[in-house]
């Protein structure tokens, strides 16, 4: 089993950068892909982005707009968001998901192991 664990959300301002984190132990060993969705108020899950389990290979939801970079550190079973010129749309609940595959989708269906996730709050 591998349960993931985010950090580093909380309040912003329009303009700011922010990097979430997420610890997943076993991850890693087990070769599994990650990926970060979102849910919007009053919205449904948007996929983000997703990684392969080696961190070499990764995509991106059309929501993204360019501003969000997906990495993870083998060494400490830890995968990042990096989002930068935040927006007030970007308000949500931003959660990190492992597969029990080695590639990541959009799909959330694919994803087993689940986050609590983190609450990001952009004003303006």
């Known amino acids: 089993q591998v349960q993931p664990v985010e950090s580093g959300g909380g309040p912003v301002k329009a303009g700011d950068s922010l990097r979430l984190s997420c610890v997943a132990p076993g991850s890693a060993d087990r070769m599994y892909g990650a990926g970060w969705f979102r849910q919007r108020p009053e919205k449904g899950l948007e996929f983000l982005a997703a990684?392969?389990?080696?961190?070499?290979?990764?995509h991106y939801g059309a929501s993204t707009k360019g501003r969000c970079i997906i990495s993870r550190d083998n060494s400490k079973d830890t995968i990042y968001l990096q989002m930068i010129n935040m927006e007030h749309e970007d308000t949500a609940i931003y959660y990190c998901?492992?597969?029990?595959?080695?590639?990541?989708?959009?799909?959330?269906?694919?994803?087993?192991?689940w986050g609590q996730g983190t609450q990001v709050s952009v004003s303006e």
């Open positions: 990684i392969h389990w080696s961190g070499d290979s990764t």
């Open positions: 998901t492992i597969t029990t595959g080695e590639l990541g989708t959009r799909n959330p269906n694919a994803y087993r192991f």
